[in-house]
Protein backbone atom coordinates (compact mmCIF):
# COMPACT_ATOMS: atom_id res chain seq x y z
CA UNK A 1 0.00 0.00 0.00
CA UNK A 2 2.90 2.85 0.99
CA UNK A 3 4.48 1.44 -2.68
CA UNK A 4 0.83 2.56 -4.60
CA UNK A 5 0.83 6.01 -2.68
CA UNK A 6 4.02 6.98 -3.20
CA UNK A 7 3.15 5.75 -7.16
CA UNK A 8 0.14 8.25 -7.13
CA UNK A 9 1.87 10.85 -6.05
CA UNK A 10 4.13 10.59 -8.50
CA UNK A 11 1.41 10.56 -11.09
CA UNK A 12 -0.29 13.60 -9.65
CA UNK A 13 2.56 15.82 -9.99
CA UNK A 14 4.06 14.70 -13.13
CA UNK A 15 1.30 13.90 -15.10
CA UNK A 16 -1.46 16.06 -13.58
CA UNK A 17 -4.21 14.02 -15.13
CA UNK A 18 -6.61 12.02 -14.05
CA UNK A 19 -6.31 8.19 -13.99
CA UNK A 20 -8.76 5.23 -13.57
CA UNK A 21 -7.39 3.41 -10.52
CA UNK A 22 -8.64 -0.67 -10.65
CA UNK A 23 -7.53 -2.63 -7.36
CA UNK A 24 -8.26 -6.00 -7.81
CA UNK A 25 -7.09 -8.28 -4.53
CA UNK A 26 -8.08 -10.81 -2.20
CA UNK A 27 -9.65 -8.55 0.74
CA UNK A 28 -12.46 -7.62 -2.13
CA UNK A 29 -11.98 -3.92 -2.93
CA UNK A 30 -14.03 -2.28 -4.54
CA UNK A 31 -13.10 -0.25 -8.16
CA UNK A 32 -12.88 3.40 -7.62
CA UNK A 33 -12.68 6.30 -10.40
CA UNK A 34 -11.16 9.43 -9.69
CA UNK A 35 -12.26 12.49 -11.99
CA UNK A 36 -10.56 15.81 -12.63
CA UNK A 37 -12.35 17.74 -15.17
CA UNK A 38 -10.75 20.72 -16.93
CA UNK A 39 -9.92 24.14 -14.61
CA UNK A 40 -9.21 26.47 -17.19
CA UNK A 41 -12.72 25.74 -18.64
CA UNK A 42 -14.16 26.26 -15.13
CA UNK A 43 -15.49 23.21 -14.50
CA UNK A 44 -15.65 21.81 -10.74
CA UNK A 45 -13.62 18.69 -9.59
CA UNK A 46 -16.10 16.02 -8.72
CA UNK A 47 -16.10 14.22 -5.46
CA UNK A 48 -17.31 11.07 -4.14
CA UNK A 49 -17.47 10.96 -0.49
CA UNK A 50 -19.88 8.06 0.43
CA UNK A 51 -18.11 5.28 -1.61
CA UNK A 52 -14.47 6.70 -0.66
CA UNK A 53 -15.46 6.12 3.17
CA UNK A 54 -16.40 2.87 2.55
CA UNK A 55 -13.11 2.03 1.07
CA UNK A 56 -10.85 3.35 3.67
CA UNK A 57 -12.10 1.93 6.71
CA UNK A 58 -9.46 -1.28 6.77
CA UNK A 59 -6.74 1.73 5.79
CA UNK A 60 -6.31 4.46 8.14
CA UNK A 61 -2.83 4.28 8.65
CA UNK A 62 -1.81 4.45 4.90
CA UNK A 63 -4.25 7.22 4.76
CA UNK A 64 -3.20 9.56 7.49
CA UNK A 65 0.36 8.87 4.89
CA UNK A 66 -1.58 9.89 1.93
CA UNK A 67 -3.06 12.91 3.81
CA UNK A 68 0.41 14.22 4.61
CA UNK A 69 1.44 13.66 0.87
CA UNK A 70 -1.86 15.77 0.25
CA UNK A 71 -0.64 18.50 2.45
CA UNK A 72 2.73 18.66 1.54
CA UNK A 73 1.42 19.06 -2.41
CA UNK A 74 -1.25 21.48 -1.48
CA UNK A 75 1.65 23.94 0.00
CA UNK A 76 4.07 23.65 -2.81
CA UNK A 77 1.17 24.78 -5.04
CA UNK A 78 1.39 28.78 -6.31
CA UNK A 79 -1.56 30.27 -5.19
CA UNK A 80 -2.04 31.38 -8.46
CA UNK A 81 -2.51 27.73 -9.47
CA UNK A 82 -6.02 27.50 -11.16
CA UNK A 83 -6.01 24.08 -9.26
CA UNK A 84 -5.35 25.68 -6.20
CA UNK A 85 -7.79 28.23 -6.42
CA UNK A 86 -10.61 26.36 -7.53
CA UNK A 87 -10.32 24.19 -4.33
CA UNK A 88 -10.34 26.74 -2.19
CA UNK A 89 -13.25 28.52 -4.14
CA UNK A 90 -15.05 24.88 -3.57
CA UNK A 91 -13.69 24.86 0.02
CA UNK A 92 -15.19 28.05 1.27
CA UNK A 93 -18.56 27.50 -0.38
CA UNK A 94 -19.21 23.97 0.34
CA UNK A 95 -20.94 22.96 3.80
CA UNK A 96 -18.65 20.60 5.30
CA UNK A 97 -18.82 17.44 5.89
CA UNK A 98 -20.12 15.77 9.42
CA UNK A 99 -17.20 14.56 11.31
CA UNK A 100 -16.10 11.26 11.50
CA UNK A 101 -13.65 8.87 12.71
CA UNK A 102 -11.56 9.36 9.72
CA UNK A 103 -11.05 12.84 9.76
CA UNK A 104 -7.76 13.55 11.71
CA UNK A 105 -6.48 16.76 13.21
CA UNK A 106 -7.86 20.50 12.19
CA UNK A 107 -7.24 20.07 8.88
CA UNK A 108 -10.34 17.90 8.50
CA UNK A 109 -9.12 16.00 5.41
CA UNK A 110 -11.47 13.13 4.00
CA UNK A 111 -9.55 10.66 2.23
CA UNK A 112 -10.42 7.85 -0.02
CA UNK A 113 -8.77 4.83 -2.39
CA UNK A 114 -9.50 7.30 -5.18
CA UNK A 115 -6.64 9.58 -6.13
CA UNK A 116 -8.78 12.13 -6.36
CA UNK A 117 -7.69 15.82 -5.03
CA UNK A 118 -8.92 16.39 -0.83
CA UNK A 119 -11.67 18.67 -0.01
CA UNK A 120 -10.62 20.79 2.77
CA UNK A 121 -13.14 22.17 5.56
CA UNK A 122 -10.67 24.76 6.39
CA UNK A 123 -8.79 26.99 4.27
CA UNK A 124 -4.63 25.57 4.26
CA UNK A 125 -2.33 27.42 6.18
CA UNK A 126 -0.40 29.03 3.27
CA UNK A 127 -3.04 29.68 1.07
CA UNK A 128 -4.22 32.85 -0.02
CA UNK A 129 -7.44 34.25 -0.36
CA UNK A 130 -8.46 35.01 -4.08
CA UNK A 131 -7.91 38.31 -5.02
CA UNK A 132 -11.40 40.77 -6.29
CA UNK A 133 -10.47 42.81 -8.92
CA UNK A 134 -11.21 46.32 -8.28
CA UNK A 135 -13.76 48.16 -10.16
CA UNK A 136 -12.34 49.77 -12.63
CA UNK A 137 -13.97 53.73 -13.91
CA UNK A 138 -16.29 53.19 -16.75
CA UNK A 139 -15.37 54.81 -20.40
CA UNK A 140 -17.68 57.12 -21.91
CA UNK A 141 -17.95 55.61 -24.84
CA UNK A 142 -16.63 57.11 -28.20
CA UNK A 143 -18.89 55.20 -30.44
CA UNK A 144 -22.43 56.00 -29.64
CA UNK A 145 -24.79 54.69 -32.21
CA UNK A 146 -28.18 57.49 -31.23
CA UNK A 147 -29.24 60.06 -33.32
CA UNK A 148 -28.90 63.33 -31.32
CA UNK A 149 -31.47 65.85 -31.33
CA UNK A 150 -34.02 64.01 -33.93
CA UNK A 151 -36.45 66.66 -33.74
CA UNK A 152 -34.38 69.26 -34.86
CA UNK A 153 -33.39 66.74 -37.33
CA UNK A 154 -36.69 65.93 -38.23
CA UNK A 155 -37.69 69.67 -38.86
CA UNK A 156 -34.59 70.26 -40.91
CA UNK A 157 -35.65 67.20 -43.31
CA UNK A 158 -38.61 69.07 -43.52
CA UNK A 159 -37.35 72.41 -44.38
CA UNK A 160 -34.88 71.19 -46.68
CA UNK A 161 -37.87 69.36 -48.47
CA UNK A 162 -40.03 72.87 -48.03
CA UNK A 163 -36.72 74.55 -49.70
CA UNK A 164 -35.64 72.12 -52.38
CA UNK A 165 -39.86 72.65 -53.34
CA UNK A 166 -39.63 76.44 -53.79
CA UNK A 167 -36.87 76.36 -54.92
CA UNK A 168 -37.56 74.08 -58.22
CA UNK A 169 -40.97 75.83 -58.13
CA UNK A 170 -39.44 79.20 -58.41
CA UNK A 171 -36.75 78.66 -61.10
CA UNK A 172 -39.51 77.02 -63.28
CA UNK A 173 -41.89 80.12 -62.96
CA UNK A 174 -38.96 81.91 -63.92
CA UNK A 175 -38.46 80.42 -67.12
CA UNK A 176 -41.96 80.46 -67.87
CA UNK A 177 -42.22 84.09 -67.12
CA UNK A 178 -39.07 83.93 -69.62
CA UNK A 179 -40.53 81.55 -72.28
CA UNK A 180 -44.49 81.83 -72.45
CA UNK A 181 -45.40 85.17 -70.94
CA UNK A 182 -47.97 87.02 -73.29
CA UNK A 183 -47.07 90.61 -72.09
CA UNK A 184 -43.87 91.80 -73.93
CA UNK A 185 -43.14 94.06 -70.88
CA UNK A 186 -42.81 90.97 -68.39
CA UNK A 187 -40.22 89.27 -70.72
CA UNK A 188 -37.93 92.11 -71.32
CA UNK A 189 -37.95 92.61 -67.36
CA UNK A 190 -36.84 89.06 -67.50
CA UNK A 191 -34.21 89.00 -69.89
CA UNK A 192 -32.75 91.95 -68.12
CA UNK A 193 -32.59 90.57 -64.99
CA UNK A 194 -30.79 88.24 -66.79
CA UNK A 195 -28.23 90.01 -68.20
CA UNK A 196 -27.77 92.76 -66.04
CA UNK A 197 -28.26 90.60 -62.51
CA UNK A 198 -27.08 86.53 -62.52
CA UNK A 199 -23.93 87.02 -63.62
CA UNK A 200 -22.67 89.61 -61.20
CA UNK A 201 -24.11 87.17 -58.47
CA UNK A 202 -22.43 83.98 -59.89
CA UNK A 203 -19.31 86.19 -60.45
CA UNK A 204 -19.66 86.17 -56.55
CA UNK A 205 -19.83 83.07 -55.87
CA UNK A 206 -16.68 82.29 -58.01
CA UNK A 207 -15.15 84.79 -56.12
CA UNK A 208 -16.04 83.47 -52.59
CA UNK A 209 -14.96 80.30 -53.23
CA UNK A 210 -12.23 81.42 -54.62
CA UNK A 211 -11.63 83.45 -51.55
CA UNK A 212 -12.84 80.49 -49.09
CA UNK A 213 -9.88 78.32 -50.60
CA UNK A 214 -7.29 81.05 -50.39
CA UNK A 215 -8.09 82.18 -46.34
CA UNK A 216 -7.62 78.65 -45.33
CA UNK A 217 -4.93 78.05 -47.27
CA UNK A 218 -2.88 81.24 -45.84
CA UNK A 219 -3.86 80.61 -42.09
CA UNK A 220 -2.61 76.95 -42.29
CA UNK A 221 0.96 78.62 -43.53
CA UNK A 222 0.66 81.27 -41.64
CA UNK A 223 -0.99 81.43 -38.68
CA UNK A 224 0.34 84.48 -36.83
CA UNK A 225 0.69 86.56 -39.57
CA UNK A 226 -2.57 86.27 -40.80
CA UNK A 227 -4.53 86.60 -37.73
CA UNK A 228 -3.28 90.92 -37.51
CA UNK A 229 -4.17 90.10 -41.18
CA UNK A 230 -7.52 89.59 -41.21
CA UNK A 231 -8.09 92.14 -38.63
CA UNK A 232 -6.77 95.33 -40.16
CA UNK A 233 -7.99 94.02 -44.37
CA UNK A 234 -11.26 93.57 -42.89
CA UNK A 235 -11.49 96.90 -41.46
CA UNK A 236 -10.24 98.42 -44.44
CA UNK A 237 -12.31 96.15 -47.18
CA UNK A 238 -15.63 97.12 -45.51
CA UNK A 239 -14.79 100.74 -44.97
CA UNK A 240 -14.01 100.70 -48.93
CA UNK A 241 -16.88 99.25 -49.79
CA UNK A 242 -19.18 101.56 -47.70
CA UNK A 243 -17.64 104.35 -49.60
CA UNK A 244 -18.19 102.86 -52.98
CA UNK A 245 -21.56 102.14 -52.31
CA UNK A 246 -21.89 105.86 -50.89
CA UNK A 247 -20.31 107.22 -53.77
CA UNK A 248 -22.85 106.21 -56.10
CA UNK A 249 -25.51 108.78 -54.80
CA UNK A 250 -28.45 106.08 -54.50
CA UNK A 251 -30.82 106.23 -51.71
CA UNK A 252 -30.47 102.45 -51.26
CA UNK A 253 -26.85 102.32 -51.74
CA UNK A 254 -26.15 104.74 -49.41
CA UNK A 255 -27.89 102.85 -46.71
CA UNK A 256 -25.86 99.77 -47.49
CA UNK A 257 -22.91 102.06 -47.54
CA UNK A 258 -23.25 103.79 -44.14
CA UNK A 259 -23.88 100.00 -42.79
CA UNK A 260 -20.37 98.84 -43.76
CA UNK A 261 -18.94 102.13 -42.43
CA UNK A 262 -20.35 101.49 -39.11
CA UNK A 263 -18.77 98.12 -38.96
CA UNK A 264 -15.48 99.21 -40.37
CA UNK A 265 -15.22 101.52 -37.32
CA UNK A 266 -16.11 99.44 -34.98
CA UNK A 267 -14.11 96.70 -35.88
CA UNK A 268 -10.87 98.82 -35.81
CA UNK A 269 -11.64 99.71 -32.16
CA UNK A 270 -12.22 95.91 -31.77
CA UNK A 271 -8.45 95.33 -33.69
CA UNK A 272 -7.08 98.02 -30.88
CA UNK A 273 -9.28 96.95 -27.91
CA UNK A 274 -8.01 92.89 -28.47
CA UNK A 275 -4.51 93.94 -28.85
CA UNK A 276 -3.23 92.32 -25.93
CA UNK A 277 -5.03 89.01 -26.69
CA UNK A 278 -3.51 88.47 -29.95
CA UNK A 279 0.31 86.72 -29.15
CA UNK A 280 -1.56 84.22 -26.77
CA UNK A 281 -4.11 83.36 -28.82
CA UNK A 282 -1.66 83.00 -31.86
CA UNK A 283 0.02 80.91 -29.98
CA UNK A 284 -3.26 78.62 -29.04
CA UNK A 285 -3.45 78.84 -33.37
CA UNK A 286 -0.21 77.23 -33.94
CA UNK A 287 -0.33 74.70 -31.45
CA UNK A 288 -3.67 73.46 -32.83
CA UNK A 289 -2.70 73.06 -36.09
CA UNK A 290 0.09 71.05 -35.47
CA UNK A 291 -2.20 67.39 -35.90
CA UNK A 292 -3.62 68.67 -39.47
CA UNK A 293 -0.51 67.44 -41.20
CA UNK A 294 -1.16 64.02 -39.68
CA UNK A 295 -4.66 63.40 -41.65
CA UNK A 296 -3.98 64.57 -45.08
CA UNK A 297 -7.62 64.21 -46.32
CA UNK A 298 -9.10 66.31 -43.95
CA UNK A 299 -10.10 68.99 -45.57
CA UNK A 300 -12.15 66.68 -47.66
CA UNK A 301 -15.22 67.20 -45.81
CA UNK A 302 -14.66 71.12 -46.28
CA UNK A 303 -14.18 70.36 -50.29
CA UNK A 304 -17.43 68.66 -50.31
CA UNK A 305 -19.18 71.03 -48.48
CA UNK A 306 -18.02 74.26 -50.37
CA UNK A 307 -19.08 72.03 -53.87
CA UNK A 308 -22.41 71.75 -52.44
CA UNK A 309 -22.88 74.69 -51.20
CA UNK A 310 -21.84 76.49 -54.45
CA UNK A 311 -24.12 74.83 -56.26
CA UNK A 312 -26.75 75.16 -53.85
CA UNK A 313 -26.43 78.87 -53.83
CA UNK A 314 -26.12 78.46 -58.02
CA UNK A 315 -29.96 77.41 -57.62
CA UNK A 316 -30.51 80.13 -55.05
CA UNK A 317 -29.70 82.60 -57.05
CA UNK A 318 -32.16 81.18 -60.39
CA UNK A 319 -34.83 81.15 -57.25
CA UNK A 320 -34.13 84.73 -56.42
CA UNK A 321 -34.74 85.83 -60.33
CA UNK A 322 -37.84 83.71 -60.30
CA UNK A 323 -39.03 85.23 -57.13
CA UNK A 324 -39.27 88.90 -59.17
CA UNK A 325 -41.91 87.30 -61.12
CA UNK A 326 -44.01 86.02 -58.24
CA UNK A 327 -46.54 87.43 -55.81
CA UNK A 328 -44.81 88.41 -52.70
CA UNK A 329 -41.45 88.57 -53.73
CA UNK A 330 -40.36 90.80 -50.80
CA UNK A 331 -41.46 87.73 -48.82
CA UNK A 332 -40.30 85.22 -50.99
CA UNK A 333 -36.40 86.31 -51.06
CA UNK A 334 -36.47 86.54 -47.07
CA UNK A 335 -37.53 83.08 -46.78
CA UNK A 336 -34.99 81.74 -49.39
CA UNK A 337 -32.43 83.74 -47.53
CA UNK A 338 -33.06 82.54 -43.87
CA UNK A 339 -33.39 78.77 -45.64
CA UNK A 340 -29.54 79.66 -47.43
CA UNK A 341 -28.91 80.74 -43.96
CA UNK A 342 -29.83 77.99 -41.78
CA UNK A 343 -28.17 75.17 -44.66
CA UNK A 344 -25.24 77.09 -45.35
CA UNK A 345 -24.83 77.24 -41.73
CA UNK A 346 -25.92 73.58 -40.96
CA UNK A 347 -23.21 72.21 -43.65
CA UNK A 348 -20.21 74.36 -41.89
CA UNK A 349 -21.25 72.48 -38.35
CA UNK A 350 -21.07 69.02 -40.29
CA UNK A 351 -17.47 69.82 -41.10
CA UNK A 352 -16.82 71.15 -37.86
CA UNK A 353 -17.84 67.92 -35.98
CA UNK A 354 -15.78 65.92 -38.69
CA UNK A 355 -12.43 67.71 -38.35
CA UNK A 356 -13.49 67.98 -33.93
CA UNK A 357 -14.10 63.90 -33.99
CA UNK A 358 -10.43 63.41 -35.78
CA UNK A 359 -8.99 66.07 -34.04
CA UNK A 360 -10.50 65.17 -30.99
CA UNK A 361 -9.62 61.60 -30.97
CA UNK A 362 -6.38 62.04 -31.70
CA UNK A 363 -5.80 64.64 -27.98
CA UNK A 364 -7.97 61.90 -26.06
CA UNK A 365 -7.14 58.58 -27.49
CA UNK A 366 -4.33 58.86 -29.56
CA UNK A 367 -6.06 57.72 -32.45
CA UNK A 368 -5.81 58.11 -35.94
CA UNK A 369 -9.12 58.03 -36.86
CA UNK A 370 -10.79 57.80 -40.45
CA UNK A 371 -12.06 61.31 -41.86
CA UNK A 372 -14.48 59.37 -44.23
CA UNK A 373 -16.34 57.54 -41.84
CA UNK A 374 -16.10 60.74 -39.31
CA UNK A 375 -17.72 62.45 -42.18
CA UNK A 376 -20.10 59.71 -42.68
CA UNK A 377 -21.30 59.67 -38.92
CA UNK A 378 -21.24 63.55 -39.07
CA UNK A 379 -23.86 63.34 -42.09
CA UNK A 380 -25.99 60.65 -39.86
CA UNK A 381 -25.66 60.10 -36.04
CA UNK A 382 -24.98 63.91 -35.35
CA UNK A 383 -27.09 65.89 -37.82
CA UNK A 384 -29.69 66.74 -35.78
CA UNK A 385 -27.38 68.40 -33.16
CA UNK A 386 -25.51 69.88 -36.15
CA UNK A 387 -29.28 71.60 -37.29
CA UNK A 388 -30.15 72.53 -33.41
CA UNK A 389 -27.01 74.08 -32.63
CA UNK A 390 -26.69 75.89 -36.04
CA UNK A 391 -30.36 77.76 -34.82
CA UNK A 392 -29.25 79.06 -31.65
CA UNK A 393 -24.88 79.48 -31.70
CA UNK A 394 -25.40 82.81 -34.25
CA UNK A 395 -28.27 84.21 -32.39
CA UNK A 396 -25.77 83.18 -29.16
CA UNK A 397 -22.93 84.76 -30.55
CA UNK A 398 -24.38 87.82 -31.56
CA UNK A 399 -25.64 88.10 -27.82
CA UNK A 400 -22.56 87.94 -26.92
CA UNK A 401 -21.46 90.74 -28.57
CA UNK A 402 -24.25 92.75 -27.34
CA UNK A 403 -23.20 92.09 -23.44
CA UNK A 404 -19.38 93.14 -24.67
CA UNK A 405 -21.03 95.91 -25.61
CA UNK A 406 -23.21 96.85 -22.34
CA UNK A 407 -20.18 95.81 -20.19
CA UNK A 408 -18.15 98.56 -22.11
CA UNK A 409 -20.94 101.33 -21.83
CA UNK A 410 -21.49 100.81 -18.33
CA UNK A 411 -21.38 103.63 -15.67
CA UNK A 412 -22.77 105.72 -13.08
CA UNK A 413 -26.19 105.19 -15.30
CA UNK A 414 -28.30 103.38 -13.15
CA UNK A 415 -30.54 102.68 -16.08
CA UNK A 416 -27.53 101.23 -18.59
CA UNK A 417 -26.43 99.44 -15.14
CA UNK A 418 -29.44 97.49 -14.44
CA UNK A 419 -29.87 96.52 -18.44
CA UNK A 420 -25.94 95.32 -17.90
CA UNK A 421 -26.97 93.13 -14.60
CA UNK A 422 -29.70 91.57 -16.54
CA UNK A 423 -28.13 90.75 -20.11
CA UNK A 424 -25.12 88.99 -18.44
CA UNK A 425 -27.49 87.33 -16.28
CA UNK A 426 -29.08 85.95 -19.18
CA UNK A 427 -25.44 85.48 -20.82
CA UNK A 428 -24.32 83.63 -18.15
CA UNK A 429 -27.66 80.75 -18.60
CA UNK A 430 -26.86 80.83 -22.05
CA UNK A 431 -23.47 80.79 -22.29
CA UNK A 432 -23.55 77.26 -20.15
CA UNK A 433 -26.88 75.53 -21.70
CA UNK A 434 -25.68 76.51 -25.50
CA UNK A 435 -22.39 77.30 -27.09
CA UNK A 436 -20.31 76.66 -29.92
CA UNK A 437 -17.82 74.64 -27.92
CA UNK A 438 -20.03 71.88 -27.30
CA UNK A 439 -19.07 70.71 -30.98
CA UNK A 440 -16.68 68.83 -29.88
CA UNK A 441 -18.42 67.04 -27.11
CA UNK A 442 -20.67 66.27 -29.90
CA UNK A 443 -18.36 64.94 -32.32
CA UNK A 444 -16.47 63.00 -29.81
CA UNK A 445 -19.09 61.33 -27.59
CA UNK A 446 -21.93 61.56 -29.70
CA UNK A 447 -24.06 63.67 -27.13
CA UNK A 448 -27.05 66.16 -27.86
CA UNK A 449 -26.67 69.74 -28.39
CA UNK A 450 -27.42 71.21 -24.70
CA UNK A 451 -26.07 67.93 -22.68
CA UNK A 452 -22.87 69.08 -24.63
CA UNK A 453 -22.76 72.55 -23.54
CA UNK A 454 -23.17 71.80 -20.48
CA UNK A 455 -20.59 69.21 -19.91
CA UNK A 456 -18.20 71.06 -21.65
CA UNK A 457 -18.53 74.35 -19.66
CA UNK A 458 -18.22 72.18 -16.37
CA UNK A 459 -14.80 70.98 -17.93
CA UNK A 460 -14.01 74.47 -18.31
CA UNK A 461 -15.19 75.76 -14.76
CA UNK A 462 -13.78 72.50 -13.35
CA UNK A 463 -9.99 73.24 -14.85
CA UNK A 464 -10.65 77.03 -13.91
CA UNK A 465 -10.57 77.56 -18.16
CA UNK A 466 -13.48 80.59 -18.08
CA UNK A 467 -11.04 83.46 -18.48
CA UNK A 468 -9.09 81.58 -21.08
CA UNK A 469 -12.49 80.42 -23.45
CA UNK A 470 -13.26 84.29 -22.59
CA UNK A 471 -10.40 86.08 -23.92
CA UNK A 472 -10.06 83.43 -27.32
CA UNK A 473 -10.91 85.21 -30.35
CA UNK A 474 -10.89 82.41 -33.01
CA UNK A 475 -14.67 82.32 -33.62
CA UNK A 476 -14.21 86.52 -34.01
CA UNK A 477 -10.92 86.11 -36.61
CA UNK A 478 -13.53 83.29 -38.82
CA UNK A 479 -16.26 85.90 -38.43
CA UNK A 480 -14.35 88.89 -39.90
CA UNK A 481 -12.67 86.80 -42.57
CA UNK A 482 -16.59 86.02 -44.01
CA UNK A 483 -16.97 89.61 -43.44
CA UNK A 484 -13.58 90.35 -45.30
CA UNK A 485 -14.46 87.94 -48.02
CA UNK A 486 -18.20 89.19 -48.58
CA UNK A 487 -16.89 93.03 -48.63
CA UNK A 488 -14.07 91.89 -51.37
CA UNK A 489 -17.18 90.77 -53.09
CA UNK A 490 -19.53 93.80 -52.61
CA UNK A 491 -16.44 95.75 -54.25
CA UNK A 492 -16.13 93.84 -57.40
CA UNK A 493 -19.77 93.64 -57.74
CA UNK A 494 -20.92 96.70 -57.14
CA UNK A 495 -18.11 98.46 -59.59
CA UNK A 496 -19.73 95.81 -62.27
CA UNK A 497 -23.29 96.96 -61.77
CA UNK A 498 -22.83 100.51 -61.55
CA UNK A 499 -21.47 100.21 -65.05
CA UNK A 500 -24.21 97.98 -66.90
CA UNK A 501 -27.19 98.75 -64.62
CA UNK A 502 -26.73 100.94 -61.44
CA UNK A 503 -30.22 100.07 -60.01
CA UNK A 504 -29.24 96.79 -59.18
CA UNK A 505 -26.25 98.04 -57.24
CA UNK A 506 -27.85 97.65 -53.58
CA UNK A 507 -29.55 94.65 -54.48
CA UNK A 508 -26.86 92.63 -56.00
CA UNK A 509 -24.27 94.13 -53.07
CA UNK A 510 -26.52 92.72 -50.51
CA UNK A 511 -26.53 89.52 -52.33
CA UNK A 512 -22.52 89.33 -52.90
CA UNK A 513 -21.97 90.00 -49.09
CA UNK A 514 -24.12 87.10 -48.02
CA UNK A 515 -22.87 84.72 -50.33
CA UNK A 516 -19.06 85.90 -49.92
CA UNK A 517 -19.61 85.42 -45.79
CA UNK A 518 -21.39 82.16 -45.92
CA UNK A 519 -18.72 80.19 -48.24
CA UNK A 520 -16.22 81.46 -46.31
CA UNK A 521 -17.23 80.81 -43.08
CA UNK A 522 -17.69 76.98 -44.28
CA UNK A 523 -14.23 76.85 -45.70
CA UNK A 524 -12.95 78.59 -41.91
CA UNK A 525 -14.53 75.81 -40.01
CA UNK A 526 -10.53 74.02 -40.30
CA UNK A 527 -9.12 76.48 -37.48
CA UNK A 528 -12.01 76.64 -35.75
CA UNK A 529 -12.31 73.33 -34.54
CA UNK A 530 -9.05 72.58 -34.54
CA UNK A 531 -8.75 75.12 -31.93
CA UNK A 532 -12.05 74.18 -30.22
CA UNK A 533 -11.05 70.74 -29.48
CA UNK A 534 -7.69 71.47 -28.36
CA UNK A 535 -9.54 74.08 -25.51
CA UNK A 536 -12.16 71.25 -24.93
CA UNK A 537 -9.55 68.35 -25.18
CA UNK A 538 -7.06 69.80 -22.79
CA UNK A 539 -9.83 70.72 -20.01
CA UNK A 540 -11.14 67.10 -20.06
CA UNK A 541 -6.99 65.63 -19.13
CA UNK A 542 -4.88 68.94 -19.01
CA UNK A 543 -1.61 66.18 -17.94
CA UNK A 544 -1.84 64.56 -22.08
CA UNK A 545 1.55 64.74 -23.51
CA UNK A 546 0.51 65.93 -26.23
CA UNK A 547 -0.30 69.63 -24.82
CA UNK A 548 2.26 71.99 -23.81
CA UNK A 549 2.67 74.46 -20.94
CA UNK A 550 1.11 77.02 -23.13
CA UNK A 551 -2.44 77.32 -20.99
CA UNK A 552 -0.89 76.65 -18.01
CA UNK A 553 1.42 79.07 -18.05
CA UNK A 554 -1.44 81.82 -18.92
CA UNK A 555 -3.50 80.56 -16.19
CA UNK A 556 -0.31 80.71 -13.75
CA UNK A 557 0.30 84.46 -14.91
CA UNK A 558 -3.69 85.52 -14.65
CA UNK A 559 -3.78 83.96 -10.72
CA UNK A 560 -1.23 85.93 -10.34
CA UNK A 561 -2.02 89.19 -11.61
CA UNK A 562 1.01 89.62 -14.04
CA UNK A 563 -1.28 88.94 -17.02
CA UNK A 564 -4.30 91.85 -17.66
CA UNK A 565 -7.09 89.67 -19.94
CA UNK A 566 -9.77 91.55 -21.84
CA UNK A 567 -12.68 88.88 -20.60
CA UNK A 568 -15.74 88.53 -22.83
CA UNK A 569 -18.49 89.31 -19.69
CA UNK A 570 -20.44 86.66 -18.19
CA UNK A 571 -21.45 87.99 -14.32
CA UNK A 572 -19.11 90.53 -13.06
CA UNK A 573 -17.26 89.33 -10.09
CA UNK A 574 -18.74 91.99 -7.57
CA UNK A 575 -22.81 90.24 -8.41
CA UNK A 576 -21.40 86.89 -8.46
CA UNK A 577 -21.49 86.90 -4.43
CA UNK A 578 -25.02 88.37 -5.02
Known sequence: ????????????????????????????????????????????????????????????????????????????????????????SNTRAATPPPPSRFSHGSNNIRVGATPSPPHFSHTPPHSQPRSTPNPQPSITTLNSRKYTNKISLFLFLLHMVAAIGLVGFLIF??????????????????????????????????????????????????????????????????????????????????????????????????????????????????????PVSKFPDLNQPIYWMLGVGFLWMSLWNLAVIGALNFYFTPLMIVLLGLSLAWTAEVMRNVANITVSRVISLYYLRGMQSNTKFCFQRALSKSLGSACFGSLFVPAIEALRIVARALNLLEGEDEFMFSCAHCCLRVMESIFRYGNGWAFVQIAAYGKGFVKASQDTWELFERQEMEQIVDSDITSSICFLTGVCSGSMCVIVVAAWTARVHQSFTATISILAFFIG?????????????????????????????????TIKDRLALMKSGRDVAILTPRVPRRFAAR
Not at 242 to 253: E, N, R, T, V
Not at 519 to 546: F, K, Q, W
Request: glycine share 6%; net charge negative.
Open 173 to 290: KGVQGLIEASDNRVKRAEKRVLKFFLPQVEAASLLSITLAFAWQKAVRVWPKFFVHFILWTTFLMSLSAGILLICFQKPASDGVGVCFIAFAIGNGLYACWISQRIGFCSKILIKSLE
Open 517 to 549: YLMTRIAMTLPHACVGSYLVCYAENPDNRLFDN
Open 1 to 88: MPKRSELWCDMQVVERESEEVEVRGENGEKKEEGEERDVEKGEEVGFEYEEQAVAAESNTNDDHNQRDVHMSMMHRLNPTNPLRIVIN
